[in-house]
């Protein structure tokens, strides 16, 4: 099946310092990534919708400026958290697009100290 | 707005017993509806996806149903194995939609 990858798995950061995660499909090409975020004992929350080439599209309620996400490749989307705070501590899932199947990575752990 | 609710949020029970768990939607407009295995700490793994016009799929010990109609969908996991262990989430994809709406999740234990 197809393989989603995301680097790093876990970071930790200072308060105040961004953070770039790297989602990449490695054996296929996606024109649509999803960014999600899920809390602990919680289901996944999609952020944002990431297409290759053009603007991201954001949920109600995710600042876009505070999470960028660039596409700039069918087979690599980056999700950058800009001054993290403890609360965006969290976990965050990619996902690429191949017809209507979704394809997950393996996660990311932000811990903001 | 679609919303995706899985009952139970929290399941127990031995080891070698048969189980179900349950999974509703409110828009039956649906696409497919797909079913994802989570260890802890770790990411997503697709279990099975049933299309619109299927009624079910199996996988080994697994068998995800759909009742499109009436909003249900059910994971049967025969004879449990303390592997099984895990939290299980139901999304569905809307018609027309390219986001999955995702339920809360039932976390699973399968005691040896």
């Known amino acids: 099946g197809a393989v989603v990858s995301q680097h790093p798995s876990r970071v930790i950061c200072k308060s105040g310092t961004s953070v770039k995660i790297e989602c990449r499909s490695l054996?296929?090409?996606?024109?649509?990534m999803f960014w999600y975020r899920q809390f602990p004992k919680q289901s996944l929350m999609l952020m944002a919708t990431s297409n290759e080439g053009s603007k991201a599209t954001y949920e109600q309620g995710v600042e876009k400026d505070k999470f960028l996400i660039n596409h700039a490749s069918l087979t690599l989307s980056t999700l950058t958290v800009t001054s993290a705070h403890p609360e965006d501590s969290s976990f965050y899932i990619c996902s690429g697009g191949v017809s209507d199947t979704q394809y997950f990575g393996p996660g990311t752990r932000l811990t903001v100290l | 707005k679609q919303e995706v609710t899985q009952i139970p949020a929290a399941l127990s029970v031995p080891e070698g017993e048969n189980l179900v768990l349950n999974c509703s939607f409110t828009d039956s407009a649906i696409y497919n509806l797909q079913w994802f295995r989570q260890d802890p700490g770790k990411g997503l793994t697709s279990l099975l996806l049933?299309?619109?016009?299927?009624r079910e799929q199996t996988s080994g010990r697994l068998n995800a149903s759909l009742d499109k109609s009436s909003g249900r969908s059910t994971l049967y996991i025969a004879a449990s194995q303390p592997g099984d262990s895990a939290t299980y989430l139901c999304?569905?994809?809307?018609?027309?939609?390219?986001?999955?709406?995702f339920g809360q999740g039932t976390r699973l234990t399968i005691n040896p």
């Open positions: 054996d296929f090409q996606a024109t649509t």
């Open positions: 999304a569905v994809l809307g018609q027309g939609a390219q986001k999955l709406v």
């Open positions: 049933i299309q619109s016009s299927q």
